[in-house]
């Protein structure tokens, strides 16, 4: 009898390890990925929400290491080499704390992914501290919010919003040398074997207000080698004529570029050579 019990109170503990109730979390895990310039950053934390209690001073506290969200401390990866509101940091993967005053945050990139939020911090494993300003919009996040915004080329801006307190830095990738490194390898040293890419390096030659004139030579070239007349590379060839100041040809070839556009059922290529040529008149 003794046997039995003992393999019935066994079999009850077993159910009652393995059947919890499942609930949501307090603060969900999120992921967050994106691309700023050529480099992938990844985002890893907890998403806290106030629910009513003060945010400014107590769940974000001041002077004070914070795990940057709830939970583990939070992790960003950089794919590439990047720089944080300037300071270089290697690609990799780091803790990401943070320290708050009214004022003003100190970013903190830690190597070390071990701790538990910030139970265990040490500063001997910080990578990089930089200070950035705190602002405090009117606008409300009930739920701690990490978002990019204002991308550029090459860069992005990282924010961290939780009700009426927000910090960004900018995150910025080396794009200019490597593209210039691929268009001279594939575009000025030898002939490329797809028209597209001349058409790829005019238009960063565009974008970044390079010779104008070559990069003329190279659209026509993508539109030379083309098969078939494409309306977002004659755009481009309407844009270069224009700032060469040949506003003539640009005009004819837009509204070129406008009937193909119309056909292919893109209106908003239709309304960028509208207003590109009504700007050439």
Same mark, same amino acid.
């Given at each position: 009898?003794?046997?039995?019990?003992?393999?019935? /109170?066994?079999l009850l503990i077993g159910v009652m390890a393995i059947a919890q109730i499942k609930m949501p979390p307090a603060?969900?895990?999120?992921?967050?990925?994106?691309?700023?310039?050529?480099? @992938?950053?990844?985002?890893?934390?907890?998403?806290?929400?106030?629910?009513? %209690?003060?945010?400014?001073?107590?769940?974000?506290?001041?002077?004070?290491?914070?795990?940057?969200?709830?939970?583990?401390?939070?992790?960003? /990866?950089?794919?590439?080499?990047?720089?944080?509101?300037?300071?270089?940091?290697?690609?990799?993967?780091?803790?990401?704390?943070?320290?708050?005053?009214?004022?003003?945050?100190?970013?903190?990139?830690?190597?070390?992914?071990?701790?538990?939020?910030?139970?265990?911090?040490?500063?001997?494993?910080?990578?990089?501290?930089?200070?950035?300003?705190?602002?405090?919009?009117?606008?409300?996040?009930?739920?701690?919010?990490?978002?990019?915004?204002?991308?550029?080329?090459?860069?992005?801006?990282?924010?961290m919003k939780w009700e009426h307190t927000k910090a960004m830095f900018t995150i910025e990738s080396d794009v @200019?040398?490597?593209?210039?490194?691929?268009?001279?390898? !594939?575009?000025?040293?030898?002939?490329?074997?797809?028209?597209?890419?001349?058409?790829?390096?005019?238009?960063?030659?565009?974008? /970044?207000? %390079? @010779?104008?004139?070559?990069?003329?030579?190279?659209?026509?070239?993508?539109?030379?080698?083309?098969? @078939?007349? !494409?309306?977002?590379?004659?755009?481009?060839?309407?844009?270069?004529?224009?700032?060469?100041?040949?506003?003539?040809?640009?005009?004819?070839?837009?509204?070129?570029?406008?009937?193909?556009?119309?056909?292919?059922?893109?209106?908003?290529?239709?309304?960028?050579?509208?207003?590109?040529?009504?700007?050439?008149?």
């Open positions: 009898m003794r046997k039995y019990s003992f393999v019935l /109170t066994a603060s969900p895990t999120f992921e967050l990925k994106g691309t700023v310039g050529l480099a @992938d950053v990844k985002v890893v934390y907890s998403r806290p929400s106030a629910r009513g %209690r003060q945010v400014a001073g107590a769940l974000i506290p001041y002077n004070e290491v914070w795990r940057t969200g709830a939970n583990a401390s939070t992790k960003i /990866t950089f794919s590439e080499n990047v720089k944080l509101n300037g300071n270089p940091v290697p690609a990799g993967t780091y803790a990401l704390y943070t320290i708050f005053t009214e004022e003003v945050a100190t970013i903190i990139l830690s190597k070390n992914l071990t701790w538990w939020g910030a139970i265990g911090y040490d500063k001997k494993d910080d990578l990089l501290r930089f200070d950035v300003p705190v602002k405090h919009p009117s606008s409300m996040y009930e739920t701690f919010t990490i978002s990019f915004s204002d991308f550029t080329l090459n860069s992005a801006n990282f924010n @200019d040398s490597k593209v210039m490194a691929d268009i001279k390898a !594939q575009v000025i040293d030898k002939k490329p074997s797809d028209a597209g890419v001349y058409f790829q390096a005019a238009g960063y030659y565009y974008d /970044t207000n %390079r @010779d104008p004139q070559l990069a003329l030579e190279w659209v026509n070239k993508a539109i030379a080698g083309s098969t @078939d007349e !494409q309306y977002w590379v004659i755009h481009l060839k309407a844009k270069l004529q224009a700032r060469l100041g040949m506003n003539k040809e640009a005009i004819a070839s837009a509204q070129k570029s406008m009937a193909l556009a119309k056909t292919g059922g893109n209106p908003d290529y239709v309304r960028l050579n509208e207003k590109l040529i009504a700007s050439l008149k």
